[in-house]
């Protein structure tokens, strides 16, 4: 059935269409033989210039709104990969980076979103605007892996005390998800690090902290005011508070 907004334009008027384009989504109408765009169905008139626009005057336009597409769906997919990485123990200072890094990108996706340019359902606006936000705090606070470690937060807890009783656990450990390299105790003390990532001169390690533990505050701060415990781990350079007695550390 022929959609009724698409009525077949008389040959003569075919001519006025030259140079002209949709008012809505840019799509060229010249050479078109019905009076509504075949890409968004908004009507228009070859006689009135006024419901069409020029393609010259256009092209800009077309270029802010292809651009604020690539800058939606990117956003989407960065937040997936960064919830991700978040979630399996990535380093928070690389996600520190990368919110500095992202920051004027998602600024240009702010101004294209509250700009008039195209006609947006306000679901897809406010999405455009909440995805980055989340993407940043997931790169500020690495939320995520809070929520990562209560999921396995008992099975860590009954390893973690196999440890601290003297067992030695050699090879790599899977635990649900997460995959530690080794499971050791600390040099001389009393807690117990799973390590994520890294080598035998550091890493990224999961650490539980015995019964009473009184973490050391560094005069060291992280970002954003976060404090630095120097007692929690061999040679840390950061650490970051997960409850409970446990931390997560990158080891020198």
Same mark, same amino acid.
């Given at each position: 059935m022929t959609h009724p907004d698409h009525i077949e334009a008389p040959p003569s008027n075919l001519e006025a269409l030259h140079g002209r384009c949709c008012i809505d989504c840019g799509h060229f109408l010249e050479g078109l033989g019905s009076n509504a765009c075949?890409?968004?169905?908004?009507?228009?008139?070859?006689d009135d210039p006024r419901t069409t626009r020029n393609i010259t005057t256009n092209r800009y336009r077309r270029w802010?709104?292809?651009?604020?597409?690539?800058?939606?769906?990117? +956003?989407?997919?960065?937040?997936?990969?960064?919830?991700?990485? +978040?979630?399996?123990?990535?380093?928070?200072?690389?996600?520190?980076?990368?919110?500095?890094? +992202?920051a004027p990108f998602i600024?240009?996706?702010?101004?294209?979103?509250?700009?008039?340019?195209?006609?947006? +359902?306000?679901?897809?606006?406010?999405?455009?605007?909440?995805?980055?936000?989340?993407?940043?705090?997931?790169?500020v606070t690495n939320w995520p892996v809070v929520l990562s470690f209560?999921?396995?937060?008992?099975?860590?807890?009954?390893?973690?005390?196999?440890?601290?009783?003297?067992?030695?656990?050699?090879?790599?450990?899977?635990?649900?998800?997460?995959?530690?390299?080794?499971?050791?105790?600390?040099?001389?003390?009393?807690?117990?690090?799973?390590?994520?990532?890294?080598?035998?001169g550091g890493g990224v390690f999961l650490v539980r902290t015995p019964s009473g533990f009184v973490p050391e505050l560094s005069d060291q701060q992280l970002p954003f005011g976060s404090p630095h415990f120097r007692n929690i781990w061999d040679n840390t350079n950061w650490t970051q508070d997960l409850g409970d007695g446990w931390f997560l550390v990158e080891q020198d």
């Open positions: 075949p890409e968004c169905g908004r009507p228009f008139n070859p802010l709104i292809g651009t604020c597409r690539i800058f939606y769906y990117a +956003s989407w997919l960065a937040l997936l990969l960064i919830f991700v990485y +978040s979630a399996l123990w990535g380093d928070w200072l690389i996600l520190f980076l990368l919110a500095i890094a +992202s600024l240009l996706q702010f101004i294209l979103l509250a700009l008039p340019l195209q006609r947006i +359902s306000w679901r897809r606006r406010f999405a455009g605007f909440l995805v980055p936000l989340v993407f940043l705090s997931i790169c209560k999921l396995h937060r008992a099975a860590l807890t009954k390893i973690a005390d196999r440890v601290a009783n003297g067992e030695v656990i050699t090879g790599p450990t899977t635990v649900g998800i997460l995959r530690f390299r080794q499971i050791r105790m600390a040099r001389g003390r009393d807690r117990v690090g799973f390590q994520l990532n890294g080598g035998a």
